[in-house]
């Protein structure tokens, strides 16, 4: 190993842990960890002058250091050849639950993996290299980085089978050997079936970035590494395989083709015992421009059943922050309150708060001197009115589907649809994948920071790194509590069956359906009828409230069925603004532009 | 996509930039990768 090349990799790595890692007092705290430390004897072992470390061994030790901290948002990425490369196998795993028991079946096989005879689809993998599955997913788990048991798991589990190796290292084992009940003779006896690890290496390049809103964006929230990972799983599994609900479950309404293909690979209406619903997933979040999001999702649903909605984001690692959080106001008649985000006091963060961009944190900061406080004041990304400058434009009552996968933005984003109280969200697994925190990736550390000797953007080999700066608490009646490491709970969870495996999620969608069933509906509409009249429509809606912008117009009792209402021009302003109350409770609001 | 970047550095690559990356990517088994990278 270089040793300067290695000294100036310790070098940042202890300084930015130090003075500008967010999460670094509460990793300290949970997991007992002490990464500094651990960088000063890495520091000392490549310095020995007997038996200097080997470049595998340094970065062996650099990635445990940082993955020892839990956190998905913060590593070290490993320079070229390896920041290009993911290793993989040719097929994948879930777990599922039958009888009681977790299992672990082939989801999804490549069209070049070696033909064994048994192994396909629904096959039950029972060993790994001769290790019970259920031992060697634990295991794996232990080496990734995810937060809580549930978020372990699942990270466990997905790189059973592919590894960004910017960010692990090659498996030791060039090929493995896998035990499996046959798909379609489970009493059989157990088979094994052996499979060569591969490398994909994509075309590198020096701007070799996933997040499309780029590394440079202040407002990133996502698991880079999962990120990449999906993006490769997409490619060599296939673009056009199909995810939504099948109609033969759920009837043949098709799936409206998006715009955005791989942010909404599936929406569509499901007929389900318990009613008509629409269905939409969002596969991420990571796109480079919210406000084309938000568009193509208002499109989406208004071409969708009104009568409620199953709002999917398993899977999704999260991406620009803006876009979960304003999406918040669509589904919701009441004004959303965001997250709060908070930096770590050091003299690194008084420093870069002086910059514009940040300078309402910058008091609570260099305050931080007399309070003493560890973390800066809590305020939101954006100013308050742009997490509700559009409105609701969805009024049926909304399911929201999770899984441990779901991270960062998606964390922020499921928070917020809980702490909002939205609706129901319906999880797979106990939690979500517990990322709170938005994160920087070095270049834009570099960027800020404006120390080029100290802080060079140019490393070896297109070596990197990622910092979780801005921590996240909830509001609501989760006020003031992290995200990190805790997640989100569901307030129900569905146990993923075999069926839900094999039959792209048939139980879960009729789990979720047999929720929206009985939670009441309503609809709240405006029409221009004359110059100065509006044709208001209502069903289960006993008053509505008229407003011109934020001026009070006049309250309404109603009936179903629909009223006139009359503005007068002189009093027009930007925007009509009608509130549905049943009762005392807001459950449906709309907007006319008045102009 | 490097003069791209360089215009607009706040803007990630495009899905297009990203397959095309994907597109001229190769496959070798891991063995194989281990000799490119060097390490015993």
Same mark, same amino acid.
């Given at each position: 190993?270089?040793?300067?090349?290695?000294?100036?990799?310790?070098?940042?790595?202890?300084?930015?842990?130090?003075?500008?890692?967010?999460?670094?007092?509460?990793?300290?705290?949970?997991?007992?960890?002490?990464?500094?430390?651990?960088?000063?004897?890495?520091?000392?072992?490549?310095?020995?002058?007997?038996?200097?470390?080997?470049?595998?061994?340094?970065?062996?030790?650099?990635?445990?250091?940082?993955?020892?901290?839990?956190?998905?948002?913060?590593?070290?990425?490993?320079?070229?050849?390896?920041?290009?490369?993911?290793?993989?196998?040719?097929?994948?795993?879930?777990?599922?639950?039958?009888?009681?028991?977790?299992?672990?079946?082939?989801?999804?096989?490549?069209?070049?993996?070696?033909?064994?005879?048994?192994?396909?689809?629904?096959?039950?993998?029972?060993?790994?290299?001769?290790?019970?599955?259920?031992?060697?997913?634990?295991?794996?788990?232990?080496?990734?980085?995810?937060?809580?048991?549930?978020?372990?798991?699942?990270?466990?589990?997905?790189?059973?089978?592919?590894?960004?190796?910017?960010?692990?290292?090659?498996?030791?084992?060039?090929?493995?050997?896998?035990?499996?009940?046959?798909?379609?003779?489970?009493?059989?006896?157990?088979?094994?079936?052996?499979?060569?690890?591969?490398?994909?290496?994509?075309?590198?390049?020096?701007?070799?970035?996933?997040?499309?809103?780029?590394?440079?964006?202040?407002?990133?929230?996502?698991?880079?590494?999962?990120?990449?990972?999906?993006?490769?799983?997409?490619?060599?599994?296939?673009?056009?395989?199909?995810?939504?609900?099948?109609?033969?479950?759920?009837?043949?309404?098709?799936?409206?083709?998006?715009?955005?293909?791989?942010?909404?690979?599936?929406?569509?209406?499901?007929?389900?015992?318990?009613?008509?619903?629409?269905?939409?997933?969002?596969?991420?979040?990571?796109?480079?421009?919210?406000?084309?999001?938000?568009?193509?999702?208002?499109?989406?649903?208004?071409?969708?059943?009104?009568?409620?909605?199953?709002?999917?984001?398993?899977?999704?690692?999260?991406?620009?922050?803006?876009?979960?959080?304003?999406?918040?106001?669509?589904?919701?008649?009441?004004?959303?309150?965001?997250?709060?985000?908070?930096?770590?006091?050091?003299?690194?963060?008084?420093?870069?708060?002086?910059?514009?961009?940040?300078?309402?944190?910058?008091?609570?900061?260099?305050?931080?001197?007399?309070?003493?406080?560890?973390?800066?004041?809590?305020?939101?990304?954006?100013?308050?009115?742009?997490?509700?400058?559009?409105?609701?434009?969805?009024?049926?009552?909304?399911?929201?589907?999770?899984?441990?996968?779901?991270?960062?933005?998606?964390?922020?984003?499921?928070?917020?649809?809980?702490?909002?109280?939205?609706?129901?969200?319906?999880?797979?697994?106990?939690?979500?994948?517990?990322?709170?925190?938005?994160?920087?990736?070095?270049?834009?550390?570099?960027?800020?920071?404006? +120390? #080029?000797?100290?802080?060079?953007?140019?490393? !070896? $080999?297109?070596?990197?790194? &990622?910092?979780?700066? %801005? /921590?996240?608490?909830?509001?609501?009646?989760?006020?003031?509590?992290?995200?990190?490491?805790?997640?989100?709970?569901?307030?129900?969870?569905?146990?993923?069956?075999?069926?839900?495996?094999?039959?792209?999620?048939?139980?879960?969608?009729?789990?979720?359906?047999?929720?929206?069933?009985?939670?009441?509906?309503?609809?709240?509409?405006?029409?221009?009828?004359?110059?100065?009249?509006?044709?208001?429509?209502?069903?289960?809606?006993?008053?509505?409230?008229?407003?011109?912008?934020? +001026? #009070?117009?006049?309250?309404?009792?109603?009936? !179903? $069925?629909?009223?006139?209402? &009359?503005?007068?021009? %002189? /009093?027009?302003?930007?925007?009509?603004?009608?509130?549905?109350?049943?009762?005392?409770?807001?459950?449906?609001?709309?907007?006319?532009?008045?102009? | 996509?490097?003069?791209?970047?360089?215009?607009?550095?706040?803007?990630?690559?495009?899905?297009?930039?990203?397959?095309?990356?994907?597109?001229?990517?190769?496959?070798?088994?891991?063995?194989?990768?281990?000799?490119?990278?060097?390490?015993?």
């Amino acid at each position: 190993m270089a040793l300067p090349v290695g000294n100036k990799l310790i070098d940042i790595s202890i300084d930015l842990i130090e003075k500008l890692y967010v999460h670094l007092p509460l990793k300290r705290s949970m997991y007992a960890v002490n990464p500094i430390q651990r960088l000063r004897l890495l520091e000392r072992r490549l310095n020995a002058t007997l038996r200097p470390l080997t470049e595998r061994q340094f970065y062996n030790e650099m990635l445990s250091i940082f993955s020892q901290m839990r956190d998905l948002h913060t590593a070290f990425v490993l320079p070229e050849p390896f920041r290009s490369a993911t290793a993989y196998l040719p097929f994948r795993l879930e777990a599922c639950t039958e009888n009681g028991r977790r299992k672990y079946v082939v989801s999804e096989l490549m069209s070049e993996a070696p033909r064994h005879q048994g192994f396909d689809r629904g096959t039950e993998v029972t060993h790994w290299n001769g290790v019970a599955i259920a031992r060697a997913v634990a295991s794996n788990a232990e080496r990734e980085a995810g937060s809580n048991a549930a978020a372990r798991h699942a990270q466990g589990l997905a790189s059973m089978t592919i590894r960004w190796l910017g960010q692990s290292l090659p498996p030791d084992e060039d090929w493995i050997d896998v035990s499996f009940l046959p798909a379609s003779r489970r009493s059989s006896k157990p088979r094994v079936a052996r499979f060569v690890w591969r490398v994909f290496r994509q075309q590198s390049s020096a701007e070799h970035e996933v997040a499309r809103a780029s590394g440079r964006s202040v407002h990133l929230g996502m698991d880079t590494r999962g990120e990449v990972e999906r993006q490769v799983r997409q490619f060599l599994f296939g673009r056009h395989r199909r995810v939504g609900p099948a109609s033969r479950h759920f009837g043949r309404a098709g799936d409206l083709l998006s715009f955005m293909p791989e942010v909404f690979p599936s929406c569509r209406d499901v007929q389900t015992p318990h009613g008509r619903f629409a269905y939409v997933r969002i596969a991420t979040f990571n796109v480079g421009d919210d406000e084309a999001f938000l568009q193509e999702f208002i499109r989406i649903i208004g071409q969708l059943s009104q009568n409620g909605m199953i709002l999917d984001v398993r899977g999704n690692l999260g991406g620009l922050i803006h876009a979960g959080e304003r999406l918040l106001q669509l589904l919701t008649p009441r004004p959303i309150d965001p997250c709060r985000f908070h930096f770590v006091n050091s003299t690194r963060t008084e420093k870069i708060t002086q910059r514009r961009a940040f300078r309402a944190w910058h008091e609570s900061i260099a305050q931080a001197v007399e309070t003493g406080a560890e973390y800066s004041q809590g305020l939101t990304l954006l100013p308050a009115a742009r997490y509700n400058d559009i409105g609701q434009k969805y009024q049926g009552p909304v399911v929201l589907v999770t899984d441990a996968l779901c991270y960062s933005t998606t964390d922020i984003f499921a928070a917020g649809f809980q702490d909002n109280q939205i609706g129901k969200v319906l999880g797979v697994d106990e939690s979500t994948g517990a990322g709170g925190a938005n994160v920087w990736e070095y270049p834009l550390i570099c960027d800020l920071l404006r +120390r #080029p000797g100290q802080f060079p953007k140019d490393l !070896p $080999g297109s070596a990197s790194f &990622r910092f979780a700066v %801005r /921590r996240v608490t909830r509001i609501g009646r989760a006020s003031g509590l992290p995200l990190e490491d805790f997640g989100v709970q569901p307030d129900e969870v569905h146990e993923f069956t075999r069926n839900d495996v094999l039959k792209r999620n048939v139980d879960l969608i009729h789990h979720a359906a047999a929720l929206l069933g009985p939670m009441p509906k309503q609809r709240l509409t405006a029409t221009r009828s004359g110059p100065s009249t509006f044709a208001v429509e209502c069903t289960n809606i006993d008053r509505v409230d008229a407003y011109i912008g934020d +001026r #009070p117009l006049t309250s309404i009792n109603v009936q !179903p $069925g629909h009223i006139d209402l &009359r503005v007068r021009s %002189r /009093r027009a302003g930007k925007a009509l603004c009608l509130q549905g109350f049943r009762g005392e409770d807001l459950v449906a609001a709309t907007r006319v532009p008045l102009r | 996509m490097q003069k791209q970047a360089a215009r607009d550095p706040n803007r990630g690559p495009s899905s297009k930039q990203i397959e095309q990356s994907f597109d001229k990517g190769t496959t070798v088994p891991l063995d194989s990768f281990r000799d490119i990278i060097d390490w015993s």
